[in-house]
């Protein structure tokens, strides 16, 4: 079954509750979340490890301490010993998310800000850019975010990353929250990209939010209509002994 969990930040936290994040993580996300600049992504960071842990140990009955993790050549992250298991993280704003199942998912968060259409027209395909362009003007500025999202939850289903141009296939949007993939135009597919995307049999789902986000998930089973499942950040701090 496809979950997804998100967890939405304060602005900043304390640095006491950092201290006992980074004592929580791996070596390596602790040794990451100093080198960042700016808090806001350090603790994105840590709280992004910290949320994956607990759906690992509370969902699947895993021990971090156990836990292998390994990256695939594309740089998407897996466990080595338990192939079962699949799961994608995404953050954007004050939001964490964290989508898990037994098979591949992937999932994309985007806060809504102000953008160049033109660059719709050099990522999207025609079929969607002309979509875009088509809508009210008041309306489409969530409909890009819409369709940014749901392309970028497609790439990161099947793990690939930017190896995949994002005008070798399309969203085609069914209704309010579905939509399924579709071959571009004959013209815009001169590599016969979309032979590979034709073979992946996937599932689309947007998640309603307020205003200010955009959420999209993909799988390889339909989502449903089941509301995002929330988290407060402090569920998932450790124990003031642990440190």
Known sequence: MVTITGVHLPELLPDDVMTRMRFAVSAERRDASLRFQRQQDAQRSLVG??????ILRERYQLD???LDMGKNSYGKPFLTQHPHVHFNLSHAGDWIICADDSAPVGVDIEKVRPIDFAIAERFFTSSEYKLLL????????QLFYTLWTLKESYIKFVG???SI???SFAVQLVDEHTARLTAPDPKEDSSGGWDDHRSQSCFFRKINM????QLAV??????????????DWSELLPPEHFI
């Open 165 to 167: 141009p994002l005008d």
């Open 218 to 231: 993909c799988a390889t089973r339909p989502i449903g209509p089941r509301p995002l499942l929330m988290l």
């Open 49 to 54: 490890e910290l949320l994956l842990l607990h």
């Open 134 to 141: 088509d809508a009210p003007e008041q309306k489409r500025l």
């Open 64 to 66: 971090a301490d156990t």
């Open 160 to 162: 690939k990353g930017l």
């Open 210 to 213: 307020d205003g200010h986000y």
